[in-house]
């Protein structure tokens, strides 16, 4: 039996009702390529396979990467690494070339790198036709926020610069074992079609969403001292905290800086 490791953020899925909602918002058709971050003992791996022909798998914890390839299902392909180190485009290049019209990466994520995840899967989201992850709740709160709103911050801004975002699902800490301490939520998302940040704006976002809310509670002339004399400021700008921007602000003001940079 296997004793779940804290360390790895290893809180099973078991509610039945649950795992089938999941698998039907993940949505698994036979001309996608599926890849599952940390399939654990298969909660959804198993509902998952059974509509596939083949899925992917990527886990860290080298007794279930042990447990996947004793089993020898058809199929699963196993890779045991840290997601935070895969790399998630030419996983999804190999995938579109051999012919595969859809490319989604799935997963009820650790939730201890789950911010670090994201970001590093933003490197790969010109691949990705979609993601679906069950998160912490309040990451996704954060993930999902609009601007004026108090979860709206650094992770919402540059998520949803890149992303179509929607959340689909509550789930409560009962539909795990071990229970987590805290509520869990999934969210859909899917790269935007009409983006056309370029590195150097996407790296001057970073940078001046970052400076933006640096220190939430202070406005944007203290907080954009640095940036003031490039960015043309509207009088009313000076005086909002980061929080009162929209992502369309945020990214004109990404523009501007690439540009005089
Ligand atoms: N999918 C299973 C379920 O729903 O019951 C397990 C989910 S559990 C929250 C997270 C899984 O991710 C575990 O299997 C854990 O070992 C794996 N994991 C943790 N850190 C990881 C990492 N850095 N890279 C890949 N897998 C990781």
């Known amino acids: 039996m296997h004793q779940a490791r804290k360390r790895f953020g290893q809180n099973f899925l078991h509610d039945e009702g649950i795992i089938h909602a999941i698998v039907s918002l993940i949505g698994p058709s036979s001309d996608a390529a599926i890849l599952e971050i940390g399939p654990g003992l298969?909660?959804?791996?198993?509902?998952?396979l059974a509509n596939l022909e083949s899925l992917d798998l990527l886990e860290i914890d080298r007794d279930l990467v042990a447990y996947w390839r004793k089993q020898q299902l058809p199929g699963l392909t196993i890779t045991e690494g840290d997601a935070l180190n895969f790399d998630f485009l030419a996983w999804a290049r190999a995938k579109k070339s051999s012919g595969s019209k859809q490319i989604?990466?799935?997963g009820n994520l650790p939730y201890n790198i789950s911010s670090p995840l994201l970001?590093?899967?933003?490197?790969?989201?010109?691949?990705?036709?979609?993601?679906?992850?069950?998160?912490?709740?309040?990451?996704?709160?954060?993930?999902?926020?609009?601007?004026?709103s108090s979860e709206y911050s650094r992770l919402s801004v540059m998520l949803q610069a890149r992303y179509h975002l929607e959340k689909l699902l509550d789930v409560p800490p009962?539909?795990?074992?071990?229970?987590?301490?805290?509520?869990?939520?999934v969210v859909r998302m899917i790269p935007?079609?009409?983006?056309?940040?370029?590195?150097?704006?996407w790296?001057?976002?970073?940078?001046?969403?970052a400076a933006a809310f640096a220190q939430r509670r202070k406005m944007?002339?203290?907080?954009?001292?640095?940036?003031?004399?490039?960015?043309?400021?509207?009088?009313?700008?000076?005086?909002?905290?980061?929080?009162?921007?929209?992502?369309?602000?945020?990214?004109?003001?990404?523009?501007?800086?690439?540009?005089?940079?």
């Not at 298969?42 to 998952?48: D, E, I, M, N």
């Not at 400021?233 to 009162?244: G, N």
């Open 42 to 48: 298969g909660a959804l791996t198993k509902p998952l």
């Open 104 to 106: 989604k990466v799935v």
């Open 119 to 148: 970001f590093h899967l933003v490197g790969a989201a010109t691949e990705i036709d979609e993601q679906v992850f069950m998160l912490q709740a309040e990451v996704v709160e954060r993930m999902v926020a609009e601007a004026g």
């Open 174 to 185: 009962e539909a795990f074992d071990p229970q987590p301490k805290v509520n869990s939520a």
């Open 192 to 201: 935007r079609s009409n983006f056309n940040t370029s590195p150097e704006e």
């Open 203 to 209: 790296r001057a976002l970073e940078k001046v969403v």
């Open 220 to 261: 944007l002339r203290t907080n954009l001292q640095d940036y003031l004399g490039r960015l043309q400021l509207q009088e009313d700008e000076l005086t909002k905290r980061a929080q009162d921007i929209s992502v369309g602000r945020y990214l004109e003001w990404a523009s501007v800086l690439a540009a005089s940079a």
